[in-house]
């Protein structure tokens, strides 16, 4: 069990714990990256785009898919992948939120090490 998870406890957390996990991944953002700039790819046309073989892309858009962060549509032979704007925002409001709430803790901190460091001072 995640510390998402733990403090929620509800299915919602597991969901962004997925979420999380897969931006957590540098090639899978750049796998994004690409396919905003490219528009709807298939898994070939975004290793031709990647340091990684396509076999690597396919494994990285199954993880992004299962974290609704990016659909596939069967166009004829090829499955053709686009990121989900939603999705990807709802993903950005969370890690803005964590870093707000990061930056409050940080911001405690700083205020009692400052009350500490006068304490000493007098």
Do not use: Y
């Amino acid at each position: 069990m995640t510390a998402t998870s733990e403090r929620s406890g509800g299915e919602s957390s597991r969901i962004d714990d997925t979420l999380w996990d897969a931006v957590g991944d540098p090639t899978r953002r750049a796998l994004m990256d690409v396919m905003i700039a490219a528009g709807p790819s298939s898994a070939t046309r975004l290793s031709e785009q990647m340091p990684v073989s396509r076999q690597a892309v396919a494994k990285h858009l199954a993880v992004l898919e299962r974290a609704g962060l990016v659909e596939a549509r069967q166009e004829g032979r090829e499955r053709r992948f686009t990121v989900d704007p939603e999705q990807l925002s709802r993903a950005t409001a969370q890690l803005q939120d964590v870093g707000r709430r990061w930056d409050a803790r940080l911001d405690r901190i700083r205020l009692l090490a400052e009350e500490i460091h006068r304490s000493r001072a007098n």
